[in-house]
């Protein structure tokens, strides 16, 4: 068959084509219906495959995380009530509001006993916190190094927080003593905070 007889076929009438012509337009228009018939219904069944796959994979990986989760459910409550009677424990070393004043005489007394004389002694404004308020007090103490010592042991000490800030040590004359301590009289200025538990309602 040559291209005068292809360009001879009559489109109008194409029974009397040859076989070998409707054999190889037959094929093509099978490639085209295939071709077209796939990216019109098949290539989307694939992309949602593809996509459900993926949505499997992420549902498994969650899955097993939840699993290990729920066959460790008895370790994390073991767990869950230690914190909640360790945070308990902590609480009971927060005052309350009628305990605040008792605790501040701990402090001086504390001081005193360890043979200090106190300059300052100036509670500040409360510090509210997310659930507890903090109680800053300023402190200028006059005494022996080894005294210092003894008064910061005896905070530590106290069945309530304390905790001590800004601690400078100057000797006679203000300046700051950095000698081996002796028995001059030195001067302590610092911030020691204590802590309140908030009740509900000023929570």
């Keep these: 068959m040559t291209l005068d007889d292809i360009n001879e076929l009559d489109f109008s009438n194409i029974g009397d084509w040859p076989a070998l012509v409707k054999t190889v337009v037959t094929?093509?228009?099978?490639?085209?219906?295939?071709?077209?018939?796939y990216y019109l219904l098949i290539e989307e069944q694939y992309i949602n495959l593809e996509a459900a796959e993926r949505t499997e994979g992420e549902l498994r990986n969650d899955f097993e995380a939840k699993q290990a989760k729920a066959a460790n459910l008895d370790a994390y409550r073991a767990q869950l009530a230690e914190m909640q009677e360790t945070f308990g424990a902590m609480l009971?070393?927060?005052?309350?509001?009628?305990?605040?004043?008792?605790?501040?005489?701990?402090?001086?007394q504390t001081g005193l006993a360890?043979?200090?004389?106190?300059?300052?002694?100036?509670?500040?404004?409360?510090?509210p916190k997310e659930f507890y308020a903090e109680l800053p007090i300023r402190l200028r103490v006059k005494g022996q190094y080894h005294e210092f010592g003894d008064f910061v042991s005896g905070l530590a000490a106290l069945p309530r927080i304390v905790t001590i800030f800004d601690v400078a040590i100057s000797g006679p004359g203000g300046q700051a003593n950095r000698a081996e301590p002796g028995k001059e009289t030195l001067?302590?200025?610092?911030?020691?905070?204590?802590?309140?538990?908030?009740?509900?309602?000023?929570g």
């Design 27 to 37: 094929l093509l228009l099978c490639v085209l219906i295939g071709v077209g018939g």
């Design 92 to 108: 009971r070393q927060l005052p309350n509001k009628t305990e605040v004043a008792a605790l501040l005489v701990d402090v001086s």
């Design 114 to 127: 360890s043979g200090l004389e106190f300059e300052l002694f100036q509670p500040q404004n409360e510090q």
């Design 187 to 202: 001067t302590m200025t610092a911030t020691a905070k204590t802590y309140r538990y908030l009740d509900e309602e000023e």
